[in-house]
């Protein structure tokens, strides 16, 4: 049985649960995006969740935010829908229709105790700011943008899939 998480939003308005086979915080996003909307220490770390478990009370308090993100010159809006609670401003969850199956919650809005990372990946590191300084552990790796290894790949390769 995948993991159960439960989360909320710092005011209390926004409570959810949801089951994830990939509850492991390991990877911190340096984007701009992740950093400036959900990021505390310079960059934001996403789980993976199961879509169709997501259950949220308090959904009248969310609203959702879709970055405009520039590529080759062009403004494109993202697929991505970062849902946050309108009263208070937490970040709690990424979906992107693109994977229906998945929803990403952030480890900061979870409330269950989560697993503590043998190792983290740090990736966008080519957008992080200057006065960023990752903490990079001896087993961490690092990415200027994206790994090709999913969050079930990472997870499965160090036997942390949970059922």
């Known amino acids: 049985m995948p993991m159960k998480l439960e989360g909320s939003c710092r005011c209390g308005a926004v409570h959810f ?9 390991y990877q911190r996003c340096y984007c701009s995006i992740c950093r400036k909307t959900a990021g505390g220490g310079g960059y934001a770390i996403n789980l993976g969740g199961l ?5 949220v009370s308090g959904h009248d308090a969310v609203s959702v935010y879709r970055a405009e993100i520039e590529r080759d010159g062009a403004c494109e809006l993202s697929t991505g829908e970062r849902n946050f609670c309108r009263r208070c401003g ?5 979906y992107d229709p693109t994977w229906p199956e998945l929803v990403h919650p952030f480890a900061s809005a979870i ?11 740090h990736l966008m590191l080519a957008f992080k700011p200057d006065w960023v300084v990752p903490q ?3 087993e961490d790796a690092c990415f200027e943008h994206y790994p090709e290894a999913s969050l079930e790949d990472w997870h499965r390769k160090r036997g942390l899939w949970i059922e």
């Open 111 to 121: 409330d269950t105790e989560l697993p503590t990372p043998p190792q983290s990946v």
């Open 17 to 25: 649960r949801l089951h994830s086979h990939t509850p492991v915080p």
């Open 136 to 138: 990079v552990g001896p």
């Open 90 to 94: 937490t970040a709690l969850w990424l």
């Open 51 to 55: 879509a169709a478990s997501l259950e």
